[in-house]
């Protein structure tokens, strides 16, 4: 086996800290789940067997998994020598493990997985309407800032200063991967409509023209590091090359990555997005012939004859 690719699958970083966070989350998410899916159980018909549908814990717990291979596979810690493998690390972060996530509904089952005397204390706040958390939550997430800081945070995190100082030390790209993670978090909990709802929902419209809004700024940075003549960022230049791939073959390689497959799964969502509206409206019972196959109708749709002939004779 070739050293490189040994040295590859034996580069696992198992991080206590990350270990405890996502078996916590997975535990708690779980058990609310299986908790729901008693009390709904012989209720085919009702909301709770549809809330803890079965294909929920899997898209959860799938998530979970993108989330951990990020974190402590070689792909976190050859991402230090590769850019292209570092981008691709960004990649599952911030497009494949939030809507896993959010899909799956997670914050019923976290509060009921929770034992009964601490669901008021935690859900309180969240759902009550003269809640002061609530009103922060819903003053300080709101979709325009959270576009905002979704993309100053993939602009301002390829900066090179930042980009650099990130690489060379280990808090700061903890604390890039957290910035990453929680403002895309936030950015499909517009587009999915996971709980908690603090804010009006999208229409099926709205969903499409915000996922779309933020193509260009994925796509014009992505352009910028493909297309660079020299080496942006100087901490690939100070690293050993890996597999014979040159600095800028890397960095090129990189910008492709967030340009095409980063522009693909937003069109991908997009592409779902309105397959389902379509599918409603389709499923929408028709008008009856007479709504719509008067004289009226057919000569100007809309238009209201009788009272117009009325203003005309007065």
């Known amino acids: 086996m070739d050293p490189v690719l040994r040295a590859f699958l034996a580069s696992w970083d198992w991080r206590i800290d990350v270990i405890l966070v996502l078996v916590t989350a997975g535990t708690l998410y779980l058990t609310g789940w299986l908790r729901l899916r008693r009390r709904a159980a012989g209720k085919e018909r009702h909301s709770q067997w549809q809330m803890a549908a079965g294909w929920r814990p899997v898209a959860y717990l799938g998530g979970l998994t993108l989330l951990a291979l990020a974190l402590m596979s070689p792909l976190d810690v050859l991402g230090s020598q590769l850019f292209f493998l570092h981008m691709i690390q960004h990649l599952v972060m911030i497009m494949l493990v939030p809507p896993l996530l959010l899909l799956a509904n997670p914050l019923p089952f976290f509060l009921w997985g929770l034992p009964a005397s601490l669901r008021p204390k935690v859900g309180g706040p969240l759902f009550g309407r003269a809640s002061p958390f609530r009103y922060g939550l819903r003053q300080f997430t709101g979709p325009a800032l959270v576009w905002f800081l979704f993309v100053a945070c993939l602009w301002g995190w390829h900066e090179p200063m930042a980009y650099n100082a990130a690489q060379d030390d280990g808090l700061v790209h903890d604390l890039e991967h957290i910035t990453f993670f929680g403002t895309s978090l936030l950015f499909w909990w517009h587009v999915v409509g996971a709980g908690p709802r603090v804010h009006r929902p999208f229409s099926a419209i709205g969903r499409i023209i915000y996922l779309a809004s933020a193509i260009p700024p994925s796509m014009v940075a992505g352009v910028v590091i493909a297309f660079a003549r020299t080496p942006i960022y100087s901490h690939y230049e100070a690293m050993p090359r890996l597999w014979g791939i040159s600095v800028l073959s890397d960095q090129q390689l990189a ?18 997005l309105a397959g389902r509206w379509l599918q409603r409206e389709q499923e929408k019972p028709a008008l009856p012939e007479s709504a719509w196959a008067t004289d009226e109708a057919l000569i100007a749709p809309g238009i209201n004859f009788d009272a117009k002939a009325q203003r005309h004779k007065g």
Request: aromatic share 12%; net charge neutral.
């Open 255 to 272: 910008g492709i990555m967030m340009w095409v497959p980063g522009g693909l799964i937003y069109i991908v969502a997009i592409l779902i």
